[in-house]
């Protein structure tokens, strides 16, 4: 094993050169983040600490591989298949498990990840380690430039199919059980606050996908369940309106089921009486295009809430792209269809409903999913505990009639989001210093 120091884009990498368990070259590039000139010692000591850690990794790789040639515990004729080989395999043999977007985007787009980095390495079932998988992540991250989202999405396939590999004593053990979990991503959401939701409700008026927008906006349904939504599901008469179906597009085959994306998202909520008006006078709006269309109306979606003027089924991509659209059009802030929901769930919290309600409203399977996107715009509950700490204490208590106005806090939450502050105490401090740099008015 050699290393040497080189340059690329005026600044210093390592570069570890070894051979492989066949006997053939390989490179390992060190990032030192030093610029060329005058960095070469330092980036020298950064490169001999890393072999040292390198040798290490590769000799216990070494003892682990020496284990799983082992004849009498490993079966070579899948053992030694080429591990994104083997991924896919594993992916067709769970088929019938899976739903059909989760498939295609396991057989096409996963396996293609997989083949681009494990096959070209020529790295067989056999010889993946954790090491192989850290630089997998290593890989992903500093080349295609994704983030630990999505690793965790790859995992869905590497973890079990690794599992089921050594339950059928292919390899000695699991190399997962040695990584770390992966931590989420955090990220800032975008939204519109209640004065943008109302611009944006008179942009949507009498748009031919008014009612998708709004239902949308106003629920925060996922894409696939707005379109998914039908007349049955609908319940004018005891006022209530349910999510047990989607629809989606898959590789250019449209899909209907009822096969949602978690148990809690089949869900049954009040039906709010803007809505109530807008779907009445839609379905009177659907049964004019009928009479209009005649016998080219497509009869197949008559249960379907959302559909176009002559009955087909609206596409996914093309709700997206009139949203965008719309926005452009109006002047409006550029938000994702997607952060509808997001908004729905920022101005629950910034009227005070509690977290959990919002969690059964979502459709989220878990509390924490719900906590871990939306806790840091969570006002409400920091205001409550604060009143409850002061009471504890006998400090003196707000009248009830001077109870904190929320608009002040949804205000406050899109100036965080516009800061790119993401806790409370740092936009407080934030708060705190521009305050002392203002003038004194004499």
């Known amino acids: ?24 070259p390989k490179h390992k590039w060190i990032s030192t983040g ?15 600490k890393a072999m040292e850690e390198f040798e290490q990794q590769q000799q216990e790789s070494r003892e682990k591989i020496d284990r799983r040639k082992s004849p009498d515990r490993v079966d070579k004729s899948e053992a030694t298949m080429l591990f994104a080989d083997y991924c896919e395999k594993y992916i067709d043999s769970i088929k019938d498990k899976l739903a059909p977007e989760t498939f295609y985007n396991y057989k096409v787009h996963y396996v293609k990840v997989f083949r681009e980095y494990f096959n070209r390495r020529k790295l067989r079932l056999i010889d993946i380690t954790e090491t192989e998988l850290k630089e997998f992540y290593d890989y992903c991250k500093t080349v295609r430039g994704v983030g630990n989202t999505s690793l965790k999405h790859y995992n869905n396939v590497l973890r079990p199919a690794l599992r089921q590999a050594y339950k059928n004593k292919l390899i000695p053990d699991n190399p997962f059980d040695f990584l770390e979990p992966i931590r989420r991503d955090k990220y800032a959401i975008s939204f519109y606050d209640k004065n943008e939701m109302k611009k ?16 949308a906006a106003y629920y925060g349904f996922r894409r696939s369940e707005v379109l998914g939504l039908r007349w049955s599901a609908v319940d004018f008469d005891h006022k209530l309106i349910s999510i047990n179906h989607k629809m989606l597009v898959v590789d250019r085959k449209v899909y209907l089921t009822d096969q949602l994306k978690t148990k809690t998202s089949n869900r049954t ?6 809505i109530e008006e807008a779907l009445l006078r839609h379905r009177e709006k659907i049964e004019e295009n009928k009479q209009f269309y005649g016998d080219t109306y497509d009869t197949r979606y008559l249960d379907y809430v959302c559909v176009e003027e002559n009955g087909k089924i609206i596409y996914p991509d093309h709700m997206t792209k009139e949203f965008a659209d719309l926005l452009k059009k109006n002047g409006l802030k550029h938000i994702r269809l997607h952060d509808l929901r997001h908004s729905c769930a920022s101005n629950m919290l910034a009227s005070g409903v509690q977290m959990k309600e919002i969690q059964e409203w979502l459709g989220h399977s878990n509390f924490s999913t719900t906590a871990d996107v939306y806790s840091h715009l969570d006002f409400s ?3 409550k505990a604060a ?39 740092d936009y407080i401090a934030y708060k705190e210093q521009t305050q002392k740099k203002k003038p004194i008015q004499m």
């Open 1 to 24: 094993m050699k290393g040497s120091i080189q340059v690329k884009n005026g600044y210093l990498y390592g570069v570890i050169t070894y051979t492989d368990e066949a006997g053939k």
């Open 34 to 48: 030093l610029k060329e000139r005058g960095n070469r010692k330092a980036a020298k000591d950064i490169l001999d």
């Open 200 to 215: 944006l409700f008179e942009a949507i008026r009498g748009h031919k996908l008014e009612i998708p927008f709004l239902l």
């Open 269 to 274: 909520l009040p039906l709010i009486p803007a």
């Open 381 to 383: 509950a920091k205001i």
């Open 387 to 425: 009143k409850t700490i002061a009471s504890v204490y006998d400090e003196p208590q707000q009248p009830k009639e001077q109870a904190p106005d929320m608009d002040i806090f949804a205000a406050a939450i899109k100036e965080m989001q516009e800061l790119g502050i993401e806790k409370l105490e």
